[in-house]
């Protein structure tokens, strides 16, 4: 893996982990496109490149993670369970979904539940306009809703700001709940995967590394900050209209063999 490879990877990772239209196919496109594999360095480099984007999340929320918000930590750890459970118990099954066409439907399929919701859904009527305002119910909602982010293409905050909307929040709210969520489950899913990777570490390039580590870091926190002044006025259509158009060109690039379903 070059330079050039660490940063366009790392741009990639940061814009769209935490975006609701799913870092998973973007990343392997992108890698498929750059031509590398899934090698054992490569899953360990995208693990570091995470972990740069979730630090980023610490950062925009730092005025959060304080003794004084320990009712609202509460509730996240709260909502982080029925993930970690579900995908403890089905760890191998969710293996077996692991395909790009799985990915481009769950594309598709995301985009359209998107637009069901904004269809249905009135910003005006959410009773919780402040995060530290959500309640317990509210926050296990959110934490089923998450569990779908087990199949991948689903995107983890698209599933979570789906169920916080639905839980009576606002577009805002529900996205600040699912940032912070992500701190838990994405420490804990990258902390796994770097123990299960760490022999591999001592092969990687330190400078790639940390090119793609800083990268992320960057392009996440840009990509949040500006995410959510955008959900403060606008729906969530255009990133199913993406989302959309995105697994259809997924579908077309199987078809034609430009990628492995």
């Not at 982990?17 to 490569?42: C, D, R, W, Y």
């Not at 359209?112 to 005006?124: G, L, N, R, T």
């Not at 078809?255 to 492995?260: A, P, Q």
């Amino acid at each position: 893996m070059t330079l050039i490879d660490s940063l366009i990877l790392g741009i990639v990772e940061g814009i769209t982990e935490f975006l609701p239209i799913s870092s998973t196919a973007h990343m392997i496109v992108v890698s498929t496109l750059l031509g590398l594999k899934q090698t054992i360095q490569n899953v360990a480099f995208e693990v570091i490149i995470q972990l740069g984007a979730t630090l980023a999340i610490v950062l925009i929320y730092l005025n959060k993670i304080n003794f004084k918000e320990i009712d609202l930590w509460k509730k996240v750890i709260l909502a982080f369970f029925p993930l970690a459970i579900v995908g403890f118990l089905l760890r191998h099954q969710i293996k077996e979904l692991f395909t790009i066409t799985t990915v481009a439907w769950m594309f598709i399929i995301g985009g359209i539940v998107f637009f069901v919701v904004e269809y249905f859904y009135k910003e005006e009527k959410a009773k919780v306009t402040k995060v530290e305002d959500v309640n317990y119910r509210q926050a296990l909602i959110v934490g089923f809703f998450q569990v779908f982010a087990l199949i991948p293409g689903t995107s983890r905050s698209g599933s979570t700001i789906v169920g916080g909307m639905l839980s009576g929040l606002s577009r805002k709210t529900a996205a600040d709940f699912s940032f912070l969520l992500a701190i838990p489950t994405m420490f804990a899913a990258s902390g796994y995967e770097l123990l299960k990777n760490i022999h591999s570490f001592k092969d990687q390039n330190g400078l790639v590394l940390a090119v793609g580590f800083v990268v992320s870091f960057i392009s996440a926190y840009v990509a949040v900050k500006l995410f959510l002044k955008f959900v403060e006025k606008y729906t969530l259509i255009p990133f199913g209209v993406y989302r959309i158009l995105f697994g259809a060109a997924l579908l077309w690039m199987i078809h034609i063999g430009m990628i492995s379903g």
